[in-house]
């Protein structure tokens, strides 16, 4: 499962970096609208807004920005109306993509995101084409910078709060667990003190496709792209690439 992970790490590392903070806002209070609109605009009745207010949260959302994303939801205030979509597709060598949106136009979306992969090497399939290499997990990782413990004492820890796996490299220790068990390891953690680098249900690939350097720098400029569009939520892919690739890419 680690293979996953490194495309959420780096985002985690650029998000650190990155100045434009209103786009990556506009995103989240999409998500907490969204969120609200579906299931109620109060966190402690709906797992899923209170899982989007602490990802908000984490990104130093302010309080009143939030608070207005769940008023846009539940229709105290006035707002564009968010549908949830999501497009399947394929990117150089064959990677697959599941590309979770919201958006107020599918027609238009759909259209821009179709350029930008035809334009990266990559096209958008049918509905379906990709989703079965893919399982739903709850994802929690951990910086090592964070902790003091070690990786067999949170494995331990881990298993014993229901998780499933435990994986790890040098920066990160990674959990994945069941859907219906996700927020019962995430609390446990955090009742302990921990703090996530990233906490979210996620895609997890079954297989994966191992992409060499030229490759890989294809499929993040894609992935680069695909980020920065306003619609675009969460994107999942089956690559892998290799550990020394990986620094060779973010030395340069």
């Not at 105290?76 to 990677?95: R, T």
Request: glycine share 8%; hydrophobic share 35%.
């Amino acid at each position: 499962m680690a293979g996953h992970s490194k495309w959420a790490n780096i985002k985690h590392k650029k998000q650190k970096e990155d100045k434009r903070r209103s786009k990556l806002f506009s995103k989240l209070s999409r998500r907490i609208a969204v969120a609200a609109r579906k299931g109620g605009g109060d966190p402690e009745f709906n797992p899923t807004l209170r899982m989007e207010i602490e990802r908000a949260k984490d990104n130093n959302m302010p309080n009143d920005n939030i608070e207005r994303a769940i008023k846009r939801g539940t229709g105290e205030l006035e707002g564009v109306k968010y549908e949830e979509v999501v497009y399947e597709g394929y990117g150089p060598s064959g990677v697959a993509l599941y590309i979770e949106l919201m958006t107020d136009n599918r027609n238009r979306t759909a259209s821009e995101i179709r350029r930008i992969l035809s334009d990266h090497g990559g096209n958008l399939g049918e509905d379906g084409c990709v989703e079965w290499l893919f399982e739903r997990k709850g994802f929690l990782s951990i910086d090592r910078q964070n902790t003091d413990l070690n990786e067999e004492e949170i494995m331990l820890e881990a298993i014993e709060l229901g998780a499933e796996d435990v994986s790890a490299d040098e920066d990160f220790i990674e959990i994945y667990t069941s859907p219906s068990d996700f927020e019962d390891v995430k609390q446990g953690f955090q009742k302990q003190g921990f703090e996530f680098t990233t906490s979210k249900l996620t895609m997890m690939p079954q297989n994966s496709v191992e992409l060499n350097g030229s490759e890989a720098k294809k499929i993040l400029r894609l992935l680069d792209k695909l980020e920065d569009h306003d619609d675009v939520q969460e994107i999942y892919s089956n690559f892998d690439i290799p550990d020394h690739i990986m620094v060779d890419i973010e030395a340069n």
